[in-house]
Every structure is written in C-alpha cells, then in structure tokens.
C-alpha cells in the first residue's frame, strides 16, 4: 500500500511567459503549493510576475535553490507531498532537460506518489529549430562549466570531438553557479580552447564555427 496521498506536478514554463500552457496554468492553481526551481536555468524575477498573471498567488510561490534540491534530495518537496498536498515543482523550459528532477521523479515515483509532467517548450529543440539545424545532425551534449577547485573539466572537448568524428554538432549548455552567475559564451570558448591543450585532439580552434543562442524566445534575442 503506497504511503503517498498527495501529487507532485513537474511543469515546464517555456522559455518565455507566452509558452506557459493552459495544461500549466491549470495545474499551477490547482496545486496547494508552488515550488520554483531557479538554478538550472538563469533565474530571472519577472518569472514570478508571470505566475501572478496566471492567477498563482506569490505568497504561494517559493524559489528554491541547488541545495534544497540537490544537498537535501527534495526534502522540502516530498514533505508536502507526503502530507497529502498537491505540489507543483516549476521550472524554466522543460522539466526533464535537467537530470535532478529526472531523479526527483523516480523517486517520488518508488514512493508510491501520483506523478503528472507537464511539458513545454526547451532550450535544446528550441536553439536546434531557430537556427535552422537538423535535430539528426546532433550527437551527444554537455555542459561547460566552471573549472572546479582550479581543475578543467575536459569532458564537454571530448564530447565534442567525438561527435565531429561521426559528422555530427555538438550542442553545449553553459553552467550557472549561485555565486559566480551563467558562465557566458567568450569564457566557454576559452574553456573549450584550455582543454584542447591539454587533450591535443585538434577538435577546436579560434577557427571553428560556434553558433550562441543567448536569451532565446524572448524580443532581444
């Protein structure tokens, strides 16, 4: 017998206030609490306006951080959602680009809780559509973050040169530190220019064709 009376609603908001869905909307004010993931993607105030006009109240609405997610494993979450509430966890794009709440929802899955995704418009269709790119014609993605404790993550270079190996694109997503912000394309080429020094595999140079997208969907893209 499932010890889980409540619901857990994973809603994706799109990449703008327009690509929230009626789906979305619908759940986000049936819900009892509204929880906002605003870490895998750059957090920006005015999500929370976007709420309210939806008819989500902001006292009903709490951010929450890599920490909460991440170091307490959703604890914060699964605490209403065992206590019979109905919980809505809101995030930019699409819910499941991101693998924390991949993780989240298997877990509230093996808990015996009523799971219901709710998807939308992501960065990775979205950026592969609007510059006019082939879906097929994309091999395997990282992401590019900051260098740890002085230490290079090599792994998004070799990502890279094995999908030009096959013939293939690369898609990158860039990393987003709480104290630091988005780590933006200039410093992400330098990253991707220290590993091909230290890796040697002649994937990147000064000379190779980089497409960024930088605030996709909205009017200053």
Not at 32 to 61: C, Q
Not at 171 to 189: H, S, T
Not at 193 to 217: P, T
Request: hydrophobic share 40%; aromatic share 10%; proline share 3%.
């Amino acid at each position: 017998m499932s010890i889980c009376s409540g619901e857990i609603y994973f809603v994706g908001l799109g990449l703008c206030e327009k690509h929230i869905t009626l789906e979305a909307a619908e759940l986000l004010r049936r819900a009892d609490r509204v929880f906002f993931e605003g870490y895998t993607s750059f957090y920006h105030p005015d999500v929370i306006d976007a709420l309210n006009r939806i008819g989500v109240s902001r006292e009903n609405v709490v951010v929450l951080s890599r920490r909460d997610l991440e170091d307490k494993s959703g604890e914060v979450l699964l605490r209403e959602v065992l206590n019979g509430k109905k919980v809505a966890l809101s995030t930019i794009g699409d819910p499941f680009i991101a693998t924390t709440h991949s993780v989240l929802k298997t877990m509230f899955q093996k808990k015996g809780c009523r799971v219901k995704y709710v998807p939308s418009v992501n960065i990775l269709s979205y950026s592969i559509s609007s510059t006019g790119l082939f879906a097929y014609k994309f091999g395997e993605s990282a992401t590019i973050v900051y260098p740890r404790d002085g230490i290079l993550s090599t792994y998004p270079y070799i990502v890279m040169a094995e999908n030009l190996k096959r013939g293939l694109h690369t898609f990158f997503f860039l990393d987003i530190d709480e104290e630091r912000g988005p780590l933006n394309a200039k410093e992400a080429v330098k990253l991707l220019l220290e590993a091909e020094k230290i890796e040697g595999r002649r994937a990147f140079s000064e000379e190779r064709e980089v497409i960024v997208v930088e605030r996709a969907a909205w009017p200053d893209e």
